[in-house]
């Protein structure tokens, strides 16, 4: 995986953490390697107690979860099923778990995934949402690690932030 491809992937869940509603603290693509199985970057994300009841809160994880999948499928320009790319196996495990409890049905479940990846694709490329992220993209390939309030910064510039 390239640290390009790695960034895309990274600033994809960052975009859609901070869009509904999670605080991202840094992202990385230059991450420590001893406190965990071996990553190419790092997302801090963080949501806040008591504002979102669980229901809420797995449907936003699920998206979270599948945005760094779907904008580097924007990128690349390979619309490939999250659930078939081994580097994408983590996230879609937690977008799988998360809509375990909403949706029991396999089958059903798989089909609502899939909408949401579809959703999502169609969201990041509209072009402020895709300058968005090409921008984030451009600083963390500069800096290796963004922190919050560069993070805030850039995506302000191109869409309006949740609570902010």
């Known amino acids: 995986m390239t640290e390009e491809l790695t960034a895309y992937h990274e600033v994809g869940h960052v975009l859609m953490a901070v869009y509904v ?3 991202v ?3 990385t693509i230059d991450p420590d390697w001893d406190d965990g199985p071996e990553r190419y970057g790092d997302a801090e994300i963080a949501w806040p107690e008591g504002v979102y ?3 809420t809160l797995r449907e936003k994880a699920i998206l979270v979860a599948l945005a760094g999948p779907v904008a ?3 990128h690349t ?3 490939f099923h999250p659930a078939l790319v081994a580097e994408w196996s ?3 495990q937690q977008a799988w778990e998360a809509a375990s409890a ?3 049905q396999r089958q059903a479940r798989m089909q609502y995934l899939e909408q949401k990846t579809l959703s999502l694709y169609q969201l990041f490329r509209q072009d402020n949402y895709w300058a968005a992220i090409g921008e984030l993209v451009d600083q963390l390939l500069a800096h290796e690690t963004l922190e919050e309030e560069m993070i805030y910064d850039t995506i302000s510039s191109w869409i309006s932030i949740n609570g902010q």
């Open 21 to 23: 509603g999670a605080r």
């Open 25 to 27: 603290y840094s992202v």
């Open 53 to 55: 009841d669980e229901k």
């Open 72 to 74: 580097e499928m924007i």
């Open 77 to 79: 320009g390979d619309p």
């Open 90 to 92: 983590g996230d879609w």
């Open 102 to 104: 909403l949706i029991p």
